[in-house]
């Protein structure tokens, strides 16, 4: 049935290249950028048939009839539909609020981790997250989740899931696997990679502060692309490995303008990409989406074509896409952007499948609205309510003081671990909200019964209340860091309420909450109502004392498995410079 399918197209495609039939939509009188030459082609015609390109060239009149749609460009350019290769889409909004900013400005296709559902929800989470992207204004393709964590109880994907996932189209290869935990897990990671390079996928890497025979040994695994380098020379140092090199320009972390330089290090930028690596409301509201990146390159001294090269046909090529994606030529997808000029990335026309989904920064395709799964709303498996004696640390040791091992801030996300001589008082361990020493714990709720850690965290600068979230990075807990024992239990426990979301709370009352019921990860919120919580929650972390410039980001991070040194999890605290899980309690 494919291939009778497969031949009809390809008949129709040859009918409306030769005139035979006329196309559905055309462009005309357009400068096209040739990704695949590197020429800008004034006078060009772009014709399609359904959601393919039928034929390109300086004449299209015999492919129009009375029913195609006719745009004149006008001498504007044309260029393909932009594609983020790096995305977290499961990350605050629904794909469907997220699209009504992001497809505007000419971004037609996404590659979005899968991670974050499969923490806490498992493969019939990533499942109902793939379908929530399905039948979308944009093309959505995925990876499968590599499952890298701090907490032992989530490390890995089972194998079972992995096939069910590599097994569909939309899955490119394995999402990103930060290279300390492969090189100290080697009997976890490396069976999973040789399953998905079996099926001729990718092994998408994460190589932040590798270097030398480190480096080597995790590109010897057969990583194809790497998103963290912060720097021109360590962008240099994996392109020379064959590395594909994902520049990040987003919320996480803002990259382009310190690596641009890379430019005019290499005689060869196709393996240079642009991600955003996941990307604030606010600022998808503020900014835009892969527009924005295209065209800081440029401004950055990006040549305008291979900016467009590295959010496209680099991206396309990567992933072994290109035969459909990435460029414009006859029987490739038909996602288009007209733009002013070369150097103007401001989106006048989208085109994405054939079809016009926005004009002038106007929405004319409205996204699809899923309906998720009730086990997908109901991820939040905290059995009971939590109390303030559930974060109490208890000291039977001698003495009057106990060496404890402490999280510190070292920034708003680099941690490292320091020691300190603490007072017991009561047989426990208090917080200190006066010298900057709070509590932290991470209470696992996708397991009954989860496991609750509970240690000391300084530099966070809370001096008052707590502050907790569900969308704790990379495993399946609630985060939460606290300079009272109280509120800190009615944070976890208004969350439990709300089956996910972030919340605040002082002297006993909720001071700024958001709902996150998709999986404790996702609000159903619209996007400018979401924007609107978030700034609420940041003044009121600020209230408490946190100065961080985005104190949730902060939060969640510290259980995330690539950022050093020390981190958290529901079985301790984890020191990443040996892989070990560890106590409060420091050893003499």
């Known amino acids: 049935m494919n291939g009778k399918k497969n031949r009809n197209r390809n008949q129709n495609l040859i009918d409306v290249a030769l005139g035979r039939t006329p196309g559905d939509l055309a462009i005309v009188n357009a400068r096209l950028v040739n990704v695949y030459t590197g020429e800008i082609l004034d006078g060009q015609s772009v014709c399609t048939c359904a959601d393919q390109i039928a034929c390109v060239g300086p004449d299209a009149g015999y492919a129009i009839g009375d029913a195609t749609t ?68 944009v093309t959505f393709f995925a990876t499968a989740p590599a499952m890298v ?27 990103e696997s930060y290279w300390q935990a492969v090189l100290q897990n080697p009997d976890v990671f490396l069976p999973i990679f040789a399953q998905t390079t079996a099926h001729r996928k990718l092994l998408e890497g994460h190589s932040a502060g590798a270097r030398g025979n480190r480096l080597q040994a995790y590109a010897a695994c057969g990583v194809s692309s790497c998103h963290e380098p912060i720097k021109a020379d360590e962008v240099l140092d994996r392109l020379r490995l064959g590395i594909y090199v994902m520049i990040r320009e987003g919320s996480i972390r803002r990259d382009l303008a310190e690596i641009a330089r890379i430019k005019d290090m290499v005689a060869d930028t196709r393996r240079l990409i642009l991600t955003t690596d996941g990307i604030s409301p606010a600022e998808l509201m503020e900014m835009g989406y892969m527009e924005y990146l295209v065209q800081k390159a440029i401004d950055c001294g990006f040549d305008p074509v291979t900016a467009v090269q590295m959010a496209t046909l680099n991206v396309a090529e990567h992933f072994g896409l290109d035969d459909r994606i990435g460029g414009i030529a006859p029987g490739k997808t038909a996602d288009l952007v007209l733009i002013p000029d070369p150097r103007t990335i401001r989106a006048k026309v989208v085109v994405s499948r054939g079809r016009i989904i926005a004009r002038d920064g106007k929405l004319e395709v409205a996204p699809r609205k899923h309906t998720f799964a009730a086990a997908s709303l109901n ?68 397991r009954v019964p989860g496991k609750c850690f509970t ?72 996007l400018e109502e979401l924007v609107d919580r978030l700034k609420a929650i940041q003044q009121a972390a600020a209230d408490l004392g946190v100065s961080f410039p985005d104190p949730l980001l902060s939060l969640i991070a510290l259980t995330g498995a690539a950022i050093p040194f020390l981190r958290i999890c529901e079985e301790g605290l984890v020191n990443f410079k040996d892989g070990q899980t560890v106590g409060w309690v420091a050893e003499s």
């Open 70 to 137: 006719v745009i004149d460009a006008g001498g504007a350019t044309l260029i393909p539909g932009f594609i983020d290769g790096h995305m977290h889409v499961a990350s605050s909004f629904t794909a469907g609020e997220f699209l009504k900013y992001a497809a505007v400005g000419g971004t037609t296709t996404i590659v979005t981790e899968t991670l974050e559902p499969y923490s806490v929800a498992g493969i019939s989470g990533v499942l109902d997250f793939l379908a929530s992207l399905k039948d979308q204004p």
């Open 455 to 526: 240690g000391l965290i300084k530099g966070f600068g809370m001096n008052a209340g707590a502050m907790a979230c569900s969308a704790a990075w990379d495993t399946s807990c609630v985060i939460v860091v606290g300079a009272d024992e109280t509120d800190m239990a009615l944070c976890v426990n208004r969350i439990r309420e709300m089956q996910g979301g972030a919340v605040v709370c002082q002297a006993g009352r909720v001071a700024a909450e958001l709902a996150m019921p998709v999986f404790g990860l996702i609000s159903e919120l619209s």
């Open 149 to 175: 964590s701090t907490s032992r109880g989530a490390m890995g994907i089972d194998p079972a899931d992995l096939e069910t996932l590599l097994a569909r189209e939309e899955i490119v290869g394995l999402g």
């Open 379 to 446: 991820t939040v498996r905290i059995p009971e309510p939590v109390g303030p004696s559930d974060f109490g640390l208890p000291f039977s040791g001698d003495g009057n003081t106990a060496a404890c091992r402490v999280i510190e801030m070292v920034t708003d996300l680099v941690t490292r671990e320091v020691r300190l001589d603490l007072a017991v008082t009561g047989g426990e361990i208090k917080a200190d909200g006066a010298n900057d020493l709070a509590k932290i714990a991470a209470i696992d709720r996708a």
